[in-house]
């Protein structure tokens, strides 16, 4: 049947029928490292902001003793408190206080109840002369004036009547109205005054206090020392009663009086206190866009604090919106510089990418410096150099330790962006760190002594400090005195920020190692030692393999240095590659020494297991002596999945005799894992090719270039290095350096004749015959 749908028809069923391809941004974005990658991002973009967070409302760090090289310009209008005004104010009105005197409560205690129980003498006593003859000579008791003074006892108590004790209180109050002190207090008083003293006494009792108050500059003022003007003021008080009394009572009170009032320290304090309360505080306004400090000042306390106000009044003088404004920008500049460092693991660092703890740990030193640096510049300010410098050169030698050179140069820049956005210095300063992270890092391509970081460190510093001038004296006005001098301090410090940096990435080394998983060449250079415990056991107990190592040392740094891979880590892994052989050294050919093969006597499977076994002790063996990993690598992929051949054979060779199946090929390769770097790869060449290049009866320039490329590419063949990204431009440059070695290694030698004798010729006699002829 024909048919009959249209072209258009089919195609349309076609491209229904297709599967759309998936957009590859879109497979990105489902993988389990991008997961990663925007959990780090945001973490990385939310703790950067927090630490950044108090320098958005915090003011430019400034200190006294500074000198300005910008004018600084008030962003709103204020006051602030006259202080100098405000306190000459108060300091004159406190001045106008008098002194205050508070009444001697006790002795108006006493006196009154002395007063109110005199009556009484006169209680047992018919008349004057009844008395007693001391009561009556102290008292001055006249017949009349103990008539009068008996008529006030109450015949029924016996004590004296309401009367009396009513004219007693009021006569002692009136003696307390006026001021008896002493000449010290009337000197203090007249001190603290500055001129003649004028007093202000504290009634004790409260319905007089008023009138007191009011009445207090009229009071009388008398000496305790004057006792005619008392006994003239005591004699006014007592008028109001009887004449025969007065002399009694101005006695009585001449005997008992002392000073009715005391100089009051803390009253004379509390009322200049309340009095300077009052004082109004004087303010001075200042303008928006009003230069508060110019050029050249040398900052002092009064200024920093008139900073510190118009800073106050700009932040409560923004809006909500305004306060947080600031704040989403920070967030959006960290979460950009964030995405932007993790674009670039994806495309220059893949690594990290696929093991999430080397983002933790990569965010985590990024985190890390930048709270340093925070932290420093706001507890000292002056050090703002040192913050801006010291983090970001430490960070950037630790990464060009674990990673690269262009990786650490990346992250150091990222850093200095960061900080410099969280400390507010200008872009020109940024530099001064940008100039020693690249000095430091272009010299860290590997560390193979103690003294290299500090040397680094040291020649980073003079770079910082370099630009540090530099830029101080584009930057600054060098004109203002004082700004020289901290071009020079800033130069100092970024010296000093540079050489810490490397003493501190020297120290903490071994850490830094183990945090990051690398090894460094300083402590490749320990392993390479002949006296480590290992290589000394593989020496003794396995002599073959540790001669047949070294041969393999020679080859593969060689070929390493040919394609600029590391020489010292290829050296170091062929030395330790085959310490696995120590448990069973005479399985292997190189350690009989010519005597019998003791793979002679089992079975292939045995003898698999023996051969294979190597490589697991050896993993063991470096893990019990601590070797890193990278080395632990060689060690376990120098024989990557490949066949034991000569086993394999013999396995092939005895099934087919005993008319069995033939073993699989898959049950005789070692179990791996395949090289993951060009040096692991060029350590499973050398294995190779050094073992067979010694089997060969004759081996010279051609055969041996043959026989290296024939395991070479075997290899390549075989899928070993497909985990490694080994070019076939670094295979053949290998090769051509294997080839080398090998021939240097098993150049010719003449061979010399073993039955002809030599012939000794004497030179007298040669002599003595051209003699003779002649």
Same mark, same amino acid.
């Given at each position: ?40 991002? !945001? ?8 630490? $950044? ?27 602030? @408190?006259?202080? +100098? ?9 406190? %001045? ?70 009513? +004219?007693?209180r009021k006569l002692v109050r009136d003696l307390f109205s006026t001021a008896i002190i002493t000449p010290d207090d009337m000197q203090t =008083? ?35 020392? +004057?006792?005619?003007?008392?006994? =003239? ?11 025969? !009394? ?11 009086? &002392? ?14 206190? *309340?009095?300077?309360? /009052? ?10 866009? /009003? ?9 002092? @306390? ?98 060009a330790i674990a990673y690269d050179q262009r990786f650490a140069l990346a992250m150091g820049v990222v850093l200095a962006v960061l900080v410099?956005? *969280?400390?507010?210095?200008?872009? =020109? ?7 020693? #992270? ?95 415990? !290992?290589?000394?056991?593989? *020496? ?14 020679? #080859? ?38 010519? &005597?019998? %093969?003791?793979? *002679? ?91 067979? $290049? ?7 320039? %051609? ?21 490694? +990204? ?47 002829? &002649?």
């Amino acid at each position: 049947m024909a048919n009959t749908k249209s072209s258009k028809a089919r195609r349309r069923e076609v491209r229904r029928t297709l599967q759309k391809p998936t957009a590859a941004w879109r497979e990105l974005l489902r993988t389990r490292e991008m997961a990663w990658a925007s959990t780090f991002a !945001l973490v990385f973009a939310v703790v950067g902001t927090l630490i $950044a967070w108090p320098t958005l409302d915090s003011e430019t760090p400034l200190e006294a003793g500074q000198v300005v090289t910008r004018p600084i310009v008030s962003r709103v209008a204020f006051s602030i @408190t006259d202080l +100098d005004a405000t306190e000459l104010d108060r300091r004159e009105r406190a %001045n106008q206080i008098p002194p205050q005197f508070e009444a001697n409560r006790q002795l108006r205690f006493e006196i009154e109840s002395a007063l109110k129980a005199l009556p009484e003498v006169t209680r047992d006593a018919a008349t004057v002369a009844d008395l007693d003859p001391q009561t009556r000579e102290d008292l001055g008791l006249t017949p009349d004036a103990f008539t009068d003074l008996a008529r006030y006892v109450d015949p029924d108590t016996g004590v004296a009547n309401a009367q009396w004790q009513s +004219d007693m209180r009021k006569l002692v109050r009136d003696l307390f109205s006026t001021a008896i002190i002493t000449p010290d207090d009337m000197q203090t =008083a007249e001190q603290l005054s500055g001129r003649p003293v004028r007093l202000v006494i504290t009634h004790p009792d409260p319905e007089v206090r008023g009138q007191a108050q009011r009445l207090k500059q009229d009071w009388a003022v008398l000496s305790i020392e +004057d006792p005619e003007r008392l006994r =003239a003021e005591f004699t006014e008080l007592v008028l109001r009663y009887e004449v025969s !009394l007065r002399p009694v009572l101005v006695d009585f009170i001449m005997h008992r009086i &002392g000073p009715t009032y005391h100089f009051s320290e803390s009253a004379t304090a509390a009322a200049k206190r *309340a009095a300077t309360d /009052q004082v109004e505080t004087h303010r001075i306004d200042f303008a928006a866009n /009003q230069v508060i400090v110019a050029v050249g000042d040398t900052l002092t @306390t009064e200024q920093l604090a008139l900073l510190q106000a118009e800073h106050e009044q700009y932040l409560g003088s923004r809006s909500p919106t305004q306060r947080w404004l600031p704040r989403a920008g920070l967030f959006g500049l960290v979460l950009m510089i964030a995405v932007g460092m993790w674009a670039y693991f994806f495309v220059y660092a893949p690594r990290i990418v696929r093991n999430p703890m080397r983002g933790m740990a990569i965010t985590g030193l990024l985190l890390l410096c930048l709270s340093a640096s925070v932290t420093t510049a706001t507890i000292k300010p002056e050090f703002i150099i040192f913050a801006l410098t010291f983090p970001a050169l430490f960070a950037s030698m630790v990464l060009a330790i674990a990673y690269d050179q262009r990786f650490a140069l990346a992250m150091g820049v990222v850093l200095a962006v960061l900080v410099g956005i *969280a400390l507010r210095v200008p872009l =020109a300063q940024t530099l001064v760190i940008l100039a020693g #992270m690249g000095v430091a890092v272009m010299q860290l391509r590997e560390i193979r002594s103690r003294s290299k970081l500090v040397i680094v460190g040291v020649y980073a510093g003079l770079a910082m400090a370099t630009a540090s001038t530099i830029v101080g004296l584009a930057d600054r006005p060098v004109h203002v005195e004082g700004v020289p001098w901290l071009i020079f301090m800033d130069a100092g410090l970024a010296f000093f920020s540079g050489f810490l940096a490397g003493l501190l990435v020297q120290g903490i080394l071994p850490v830094v190692e183990r945090a990051f998983n690398v090894t460094t060449a300083m402590t490749l250079k320990e392993l390479n030692d002949a006296s480590h415990p !290992l290589l000394q056991k593989l *020496a003794h107990e396995a002599p073959g393999t540790y001669q047949h190592s070294l041969r393999i040392a020679d #080859m593969a740094e060689a070929a390493a240095e040919a394609i600029d891979a590391d020489g010292l880590l290829c050296r170091v892994g062929a030395m330790y590659h085959d310490v696995g052989k120590t448990h069973k050294p005479m399985y292997f050919i190189e350690n009989q020494g010519g &005597g019998p %093969n003791k793979h *002679a006597k089992l079975p292939p499977a045995m003898s698999l297991l023996i051969i294979v076994g190597h490589v697991k002790d050896g993993v063991e063996m470096a893990r019990e002596f601590g070797l890193p990993p990278v080395i632990r690598h060689f060690i376990e992929s120098h024989h990557g999945t490949t066949l034991v051949e000569y086993f394999f054979a013999q396995a092939k060779k005895n099934t087919l005799a005993e008319d069995k199946p033939c073993p699989s090929e898959f049950e005789y390769r070692y179990p791996g894992p395949k090289p993951r770097t060009r040096e692991a790869a060029i350590l499973m060449i050398c294995d190779a090719v050094e073992g067979a $290049a010694r089997a060969m009866d004759e081996p010279n320039a %051609n055969r041996l270039e043959t026989l290296v490329r024939n395991m070479a590419n075997k290899r390549l063949m075989d899928g070993q290095f497909d985990d490694c +990204d080994l070019t076939l431009q670094d295979l053949s440059r290998i090769e051509q350096a294997v080839t080398k070695s090998l021939c240097a290694m098993y150049h010719s030698r003449i061979k010399y004749p073993d039955n002809e004798k030599t012939q000794v010729i004497d030179m007298d006699a040669v002599h003595k015959g051209r003699s003779t002829a &002649g």
